[in-house]
Nanobody
Framework: QVQFVESGGGLVQPGGSLRLSCAASGFTFSNYAMAWYRQAPGKERELVATIGDVGSVTNYADSVKGRFSISRDNAKNTVYLQMNSLKPEDTAVYYC???????WGHGTQVTVSS
């Protein structure tokens, strides 16, 4: 059974940083590209960042480019999202996913507010 468990969210002030983690199970993690998505209240879910199966290729939404960094540890079946210079508009529930699978985790809430 494919599962994703996100963690690391919380309340942070504007300009602050958070590091999200996502533990994956139920498939051969190192064979698949991974992605982080987010969904803000009243908005559609959007793709934030992607990383290739070996971690050498990454892509970012324009809204987070230069502030967020995606990485992975294939030995730990875990993908990370380092978020710096956070803005109130980054407030959302963040999810990780492998494109090939339909499963979604519960997500982790990130709130950026003073």
């Amino acid at each position: 059974q494919v599962q994703f468990v996100e963690s690391g969210g919380g309340l942070v002030q504007p300009g602050g940083s958070l590091r999200l983690s996502c533990a994956a199970s139920g498939f051969t993690f190192s064979n698949y590209a991974m992605a982080w998505y987010r969904q803000a209240p009243g908005k559609e879910r959007e793709l934030v960042a992607t990383i290739g199966d070996v971690g050498s290729v990454t892509n970012y939404a324009d809204s987070v480019k230069g502030r967020f960094s995606i990485s992975r540890d294939n030995a730990k079946n875990t993908v990370y999202l380092q978020m710096n210079s956070l803005k109130p508009e980054d407030t959302a529930v963040y999810y990780c996913k492998a494109f090939q699978f339909a499963s979604w985790g519960h997500g982790t809430q990130v709130t950026v507010s003073s």
